[in-house]
């Protein structure tokens, strides 16, 4: 991993007051001191930095709220975009989703520390911008995670796509 990866992974679990399973790029499981917190169905925080990607951002936030699993919040953290991808985002008229903004760019780094800091989910998955979501992606997830209490990270698949959506590699 990068050092911008790790400094989230370490800023997080200080910020949580203790040990909490994280992962950049799938859902991990939110450990609490006393242990993991559960309900009959998980809340999932989906941590969305963004920074100038307003081409993009539509996509990224409508696959998330398309999602089969629903109990979700979604954290947009807009990092001083100059593009309008905090309008964008803001034009959302969801209950799930959130938006947070930057005043001016901080990077990668700063803009996740807070979207987990913000976290009220069980479980926090991770995703980028320009990226799509799986329609059944979180629902995979988080049956995954509750089926092995002892998982601490789960990754994803990836399929590259050009602009028109067509498959490009895996």
Request: glycine content about 12%; charged content about 25%.
């Amino acid at each position: 991993a990068d050092g911008a990866h790790d400094g989230s992974r370490v800023a997080v679990a200080a910020a949580l007051g203790g040990p909490r399973r994280l992962c950049t790029t799938g859902a991990a499981r939110v450990v609490a001191a006393g242990g993991v917190v559960t309900s009959a169905e998980p809340l999932v925080s989906v941590v969305l930095p963004v920074h100038d990607c307003v081409a993009y951002l539509g996509a990224a936030i409508d696959s998330i709220l398309r999602q089969t699993y629903q109990r979700l919040e979604l954290i947009v953290i807009d990092d001083g975009s100059g593009d309008g991808s905090g309008a964008l985002a803001e034009s959302y008229a969801d209950p799930r989703v959130r938006v947070v903004r930057n005043d001016r760019s901080l990077g990668i780094v700063a803009p996740l520390n807070r979207g987990f800091d913000l976290a009220r989910g069980e479980f926090i998955a991770r995703m980028d911008a320009d990226d799509v979501a799986a329609p059944r992606r979180l629902e995979l997830q988080v049956r995954r995670m509750t089926e092995d209490p002892a998982l601490a990270v789960l990754g994803t698949d990836i399929t590259y796509g050009d602009a028109a959506g067509a498959v490009v590699g895996r």
